[in-house]
């Protein structure tokens, strides 16, 4: 492996990863597309080392969370039953479905990743008393310190089975394309589940890195984690992941929010133009 | 209900130092297998593979973490969300392995 590739590699890593931190997004979504378009890499190698990246900042940014005592650990775990059977479908298809197709679902998930950063999240919170504590015996309520005022606020889980049922498809699609799907995970979270922002947030990234682990052990079995790919990939992220962390106290500001939007579009339309490439000219970008 | 807070808070400092130090080693190996690279080729890679195994191992042992914290806590019915956890992520590996 030259030393010029891994240097990019790892600079890929690093800057999608503290970008992801600061944004509040895995890095997968910005790797895969750089890594096919720009790299030349092949699809599956791209997502290969976009899982470990996406492993790598989940279990780098996930103890702040933690002490913060912010993620719903028992809520994760029961999601993960529905994010790693996803997950293992979305391996099966991933060998099945032609690039180019690939190429337009990532375009898809792009945009709506684009959708989803103009629009701001609401806070959704029932009041406690509210909802039918149906699932009371799984004891999944929990609640979280806030600090200015300094109270405990109180929380209940809301139809739990709309929630499995998106969390089955994120993990479909994480598998596929080699991202967090946290653009599926925040929405599921925030709007059936109705978990506080924060709450969401933290649980939404405790639970990433197992789904990526469960697509990446497939991935590595099948060779399709390429160690000079991966190897730079990962300590960018780790690298760039804790730098996230730390700017991330200051809110992103909406010119900065606006400007990746914009990124998000135009890599959204060269991935659908290289889908629609490879069907004229019959190669592998 | 007390004491359960308490061994909540437990769980969650286990689960933050295991992948804070999990990370650092991970991310140890994988370095050091590229600093020997240039030297001795075959070496260097098959640290960095390692190290890359153990970030895909991490949030498998987290879930191992809480498999046993379940068990021990005698909360049998999370205990066998999280085996069941494992066993997909197991079924996931072998399907990879049975195709390539």
Request: proline share 4%.
């Amino acid at each position: 492996m030259p030393i010029a590739l891994e240097a990019w590699l790892f600079a890929v890593a690093l800057g999608t990863s503290m970008l992801g931190g600061v944004l509040g997004m895995a890095s997968g979504i910005f790797i895969v597309p750089i890594l096919t378009m720009f790299g030349g890499l092949d699809i599956h190698t791209a997502i290969g080392a976009s899982l470990i990246s996406v492993i790598a900042c989940s279990c780098g940014s996930a103890a702040p969370f933690l002490r913060e005592r912010l993620t719903n650990i028992r809520l994760a775990i029961l999601l993960e039953t529905a994010t790693t059977s996803g997950a293992l479908c979305g391996v099966f298809l991933a060998g099945l479905i032609p690039t180019p197709y690939l190429f337009v679902i990532f375009a898809l998930i792009l945009l709506l990743s684009a959708q989803q950063m103009l629009g701001r999240r609401k806070e959704s919170l029932v009041p406690l008393g509210a909802g039918t504590g149906r699932w009371a015996a799984l004891r999944l309520d929990s609640s979280y310190p806030q600090r200015s005022p300094d109270r405990e606020v109180h929380y209940r889980v809301q139809r739990l089975p709309l929630g499995m049922t998106l969390m089955y498809g994120a993990g479909l699609i994480s598998a596929l394309l080699g991202i967090g799907s946290g653009v599926l995970k925040i929405p599921a979270m925030d709007t059936a589940l109705r978990l506080p922002i924060k709450v969401s947030s933290a649980t939404s990234n405790f639970m990433i890195g197992v789904t990526a682990a469960a697509s990446a052990a497939a991935y590595f079995a099948r060779g399709e984690v390429i160690t000079g790919v991966a190897a730079p990939i990962a300590l960018g992220s780790v690298v760039g992941s804790i730098l996230g962390a730390r700017i991330l106290m200051s809110v992103p500001n909406e010119k900065l929010r606006l400007m990746f939007v914009g990124i998000l579009l135009i890599l959204a339309v060269q991935m659908m133009l290289a889908a629609f490439g490879i069907n004229l000219i019959g190669h592998t970008p | 209900m007390k004491a359960e807070a308490a061994l909540s808070l437990e769980l969650e400092q286990l689960l933050g130092k295991l992948l804070r130090y999990g990370t650092f080693v991970a991310s140890a190996v994988i370095a050091l297998g590229m600093a020997i690279f240039p030297i001795a080729r075959a070496a260097g890679t098959r640290a960095a593979t390692a190290g890359i195994v153990l970030f895909i191992l991490l949030p498998v042992l987290r879930i191992g973490a809480m498999l046993v914290f379940f068990l021990r806590t005698r909360d049998y019915r999370f205990g066998a969300i999280a085996a069941l956890v494992m066993l997909i992520i197991f079924t996931s590996f072998l399907v990879g392995a049975a195709e390539s």
